[in-house]
């Protein structure tokens, strides 16, 4: 009787790996408790789970990239034959960055400023043997080209910051495909770019993993990535696997609670309908924010870089005007110009008053009224104030007078409507979590009762859940003040749950706009089409059971 053949062992499996950082105190936390999983050649595995759950340090421990205060990882990563955790460091240099490579999120953090493109991915190839001047440069150039750079052999002298989002996550992955890697790691590869140029990295990389023939990890908190990109799902919380098993499987009938409310989290419902008879509160009409190019000695005017050219819209009382676009679009611009921070040309009206010839103290009492939350909820509150100082600031300038009790009481009512324990206003915006900051940012914007505020991508740095939570915070908050919003995000999923007028940008103009149901429902625009396309055909597109080949 013949055997039955034996299987292929994975090519990583991980067992039992738990991990601690240092407290202060001679205390410890575990980050990762237990953690199991294998990852067979060809195939994608995607962990998921909300910021905290211990995604990114278990992907930093397969290549030893932990930072100091990790102590005591215990348990055992097999590659390809090799305990990771027990190799020498010189067996773990030959492995890194050829065998096993990484994609981080911020290619911008991850790219040395100081050195071109050729430098950068010539110095992997030498790393890692390759020799000779011409050589080097004709891999580099075949790279740039296999990911999709536009004319690689003009590109080569390129720095970072002269590269788009989506161009610079390009060269992360042409580095990490430099050596041909048999296990590629994408730790949240575009979670910071524009859903067109999100669905083209995606396509990339089921590309290159055809030719290559390799295994991915591919970490994430965007469910609909997973369903579209991966073939198996282990779902993380508190730093253990919660649930493992078949894409297609999890997502039909997932089991645990967490992963049930992981899928249940998307923004959901319809934004209200625009009432009309409400006053238009803002207003611009044929509004433009033209840059000026110098050149020469004397810095001559050479062109003007068009940031928002002919604009107009009208946003009313108690209602959302969204606007959507791929990043250079002027969505944000808009949203600054509008508030008078920065120049621009055209007539912007506030309750049928014109603002944009008033002088700077003609403006600070509009300033109560008008208000804007940014995007990153990390980079936009003062490491070194309080939380309580930090959205006591404006009362400071448009209430003068205020007693210290009053100002504490305004902000304890502040904090307790964006959902936070008053309790907290003497903590510092490092303990709070990224949802807890950006309720913070609110609170901030709103501690003046203001009419209209520019939502400049509040939940585009938030995990699934929390953006869900903060929408839902933003429509209370929305029908008890009357506020109203001005919505800017690449997100269209958020914007769909929230917006009742849509302005769809490209290059500083209005390429359509209408209702957004009617916007969403039939786009009339190629660009509109081709933006929803890219947004909502995770949703549309089966899982591709074939994709591995």
Known sequence: MTPPPLLAAPLLDVRDLSIAFAQGGGKETLAVDKVSFSLERGRTLALVGESGSGKS??????????????????????????????????RLRAIRGAKITMVFQEPMTSLNPLQTIEQQIGEILELHGARGAEK????????LGEVGIPNPSERLAAFPHQLSGGQRQRVMIAMALANRPDLLIADEPTTALDVTVQAQILALLERVQKTYGMAMLFITHDLGLVRRFADDVCVMQHGRIVETGDVEKVFATPEHPYTKALLAAEPKGAPPVEDESEPVLVAANDLKVWFPIKRGFLRRTVGHIKAVDGVTLAVRRGSTVGVVGESGSGKTTLGLALLRLIRSEGPILYLGERIDAKSVKEMRPLRRDMQIVFQDPYGSLSPRMS?????????????????????????????????????????????????????VAIARAIVLKPKFIVLDEPTSALDMSVQAQIVDLLRELQAKHSLAYLFISHDLKVVKSLAAHLIVMRYGKVVEEGPAADVFAAPKSDYTRALFAAAFRIEAEPHPGDKAG
């Open 136 to 143: 080097i440069r004709a891999r580099v150039v075949e790279l």
């Open 387 to 439: 939380v309580a100082e930090i959205v006591a600031e404006g009362l400071g300038v448009q209430m003068r007078g205020l007693s210290f009790e009053e100002t504490r009481e305004i902000v304890a009512n502040a904090l307790a409507e964006t959902g936070l324990d008053p309790a907290m206003m003497d903590r510092y915006p490092h303990e709070f979590s990224g949802g807890q900051r950006q309720r």
């Open 57 to 90: 340090i278990t992907a930093l421990s397969i290549v030893r990239l932990l930072p100091p205060s990790a102590i005591h990882p215990s348990g055992s990563i097999d590659f390809a034959g090799d305990d990771i955790l027990k190799l020498s460091d010189a």
